[in-house]
T-cell receptor
Framework: LAKTTQPISMDSYEGQEVNITCSHN???????ITWYQQFPSQGPRFIIQ???TKVTNEVASLFIPADRKSSTLSLPRVSLSDTAVYYC????????????FGQGTELSVKP | DAGVIQSPRHEVTEMGQEVTLRCKPI?????LFWYRQTMMRGLELLIY????????DSGMPEDRFSAKMPNASFSTLKIQPSEPRDSAVYFC??????????????FGPGTRLTVT
């Protein structure tokens, strides 16, 4: 049963823009899409949340197409400190709105 | 603001023993979540509460797991009896009500459980 799909890992260099996509075919209609960042030995930390179109805050942007079957987290000009695992969190409609974390994307930023 | 507090940070126990994990949410938050994280299964939602009432416990793996929230500032997750496959990091998170659609959760540092 498909839930969410994210790339397992990504590599980037300092100063580049990084885009991480999460596919979620059965997202609950009225729920937000949320992204988290996790460093080793720490709990996940909220980055950004959105419902549709584009949301931007001081650390990231979130792009959500009209069909809401995917979302893309955009990190502008990454630095070494952005090396972490990034998770999307959605509610899955055909599982009664159950909250599901994606499997996470391990981002490695190199100098 | 102290954030979400979890105790203990590390727990090593023998198979068959009872384990109790504790969580203090951020003051004023009315949602509390318990998660388990392993390499194989990633982050899994076990149960969550709203205003101290369990809302969804469908993620609790089996009857050996139980969770309570006797008041707004304290929750426990208990495993009895524990098994080696329960070894994982257990996270507690809390959030402020904007309905269940608000997933801006604040996570604690986690409890690393090892069952030998």
């Amino acid at each position: 049963l498909a839930k969410t799909t994210q790339p397992i890992s990504m590599d980037s260099y300092e100063g580049q823009e990084v885009n991480i996509t999460c596919s979620h075919n059965n997202i609950a209609t009225n729920d937000y899409i949320t992204w988290y960042q996790q460093f080793p030995s720490q709990g996940p930390r909220f980055i950004i949340q959105g419902y549709k179109t584009k949301v931007t805050n001081e650390v990231a942007s979130l792009f959500i197409p009209a069909d809401r079957k995917s979302s893309t987290l955009s990190l502008p000009r990454v630095s070494l400190s952005d090396t972490a695992v990034y998770y999307c969190l959605v509610a899955i409609y055909n599982q009664g709105g159950k909250l599901i974390f994606g499997q996470g994307t391990e981002l490695s930023v190199k100098p | 603001d102290a954030g979400v507090i979890q105790s203990p940070r590390h727990e090593v126990t023998e198979m068959g023993q009872e384990v109790t994990l504790r969580c203090k949410p951020i003051s004023g938050h009315d949602y509390l979540f318990w998660y388990r994280q392993t390499m194989m299964r990633g982050l899994e939602l076990l149960i969550y509460f709203n205003n101290n009432v369990p809302i969804d416990d469908s993620g609790m793996p089996e009857d050996r797991f139980s969770a309570k929230m006797p008041n707004a500032s304290f929750s426990t997750l208990k495993i009895q009896p524990s098994e080696p496959r329960d070894s994982a990091v257990y996270f507690c998170a809390s959030s402020l009500s904007a309905g269940p659609r608000n997933y801006e959760q604040y996570f604690g540092p986690g409890t690393r459980l090892t069952v030998t």
